[in-house]
């Protein structure tokens, strides 16, 4: 019989293929953040908002395969969405990071999401219309106090 031993020694640090990247979301889009990665197995993933951990709950989804986290903000509506988030993959070889900030843009006709641009799409889109106008609303009141 013939075994074989892997040496730590020949294990792959891991390391980011593609990183955040700073980005700006209108108020009541959708916020997703996600990095793929390489290097062996074995993949520790930890999010971190202002500097503080995260992890999936009632404000976070977290999704982690063999290449690539993401982290869906589920309330991106609120102002408390904005901020710096980290991704930090770590590996018994080694450890990356990486950063971006995040700011919430004002809604704006002008940045009317596209799927309401044409009467026969904001029928079918309606719910979706309303949710908008709801967060638009709000977002303009909150500004003006």
Same mark, same amino acid.
């Given at each position: 019989?013939?075994?074989?031993?892997?040496?730590?020694? +020949?294990?792959?640090?891991?390391? +980011?293929?593609?990183?955040?990247?700073?980005?700006? $979301?209108?108020?009541g889009q959708p916020l997703k953040l996600v990095?793929?990665?390489a290097g062996s197995q074995r993949v520790h993933? %930890?999010?971190?908002?202002?500097?503080?951990? &995260?992890?999936?709950?009632?404000?976070?989804?977290?999704? @982690? @395969?063999?290449?690539?986290?993401?982290?869906? $903000?589920?309330?991106?509506?609120?102002?408390?969405?904005?901020?710096?988030?980290?991704?930090? &993959?770590?590996?018994?070889?080694?450890?990356?990071?990486?950063?971006?900030? &995040? %700011?919430?843009?004002?809604?704006? &006709?002008?940045?009317?999401?596209?799927? +309401?641009?044409?009467?026969?799409?904001?029928?079918?889109?309606?719910?979706? +219309?309303?949710?908008?106008?709801?967060?638009?609303?709000?977002?303009?009141?909150?500004e003006a106090n």
């Amino acid at each position: 019989m013939i075994s074989i031993r892997v040496d730590k020694a +020949f294990e792959e640090p891991v390391r +980011f293929i593609k990183k955040l990247e700073d980005t700006s $979301v209108i108020v009541g889009q959708p916020l997703k953040l996600v990095c793929t990665y390489a290097g062996s197995q074995r993949v520790h993933v %930890t999010w971190k908002k202002d500097d503080k951990l &995260i992890w999936a709950s009632y404000q976070y989804n977290v999704l @982690t @395969t063999n290449s690539t986290c993401s982290l869906e $903000v589920l309330y991106s509506d609120r102002p408390a969405a904005a901020g710096k988030y980290s991704c930090e &993959i770590s590996n018994e070889a080694g450890s990356d990071v990486c950063h971006a900030h &995040i %700011t919430l843009g004002k809604c704006t &006709i002008s940045n009317l999401p596209t799927a +309401f641009h044409s009467s026969a799409n904001l029928l079918s889109n309606y719910p979706h +219309f309303l949710r908008w106008c709801m967060i638009t609303l709000i977002s303009l009141l909150t500004e003006a106090n």
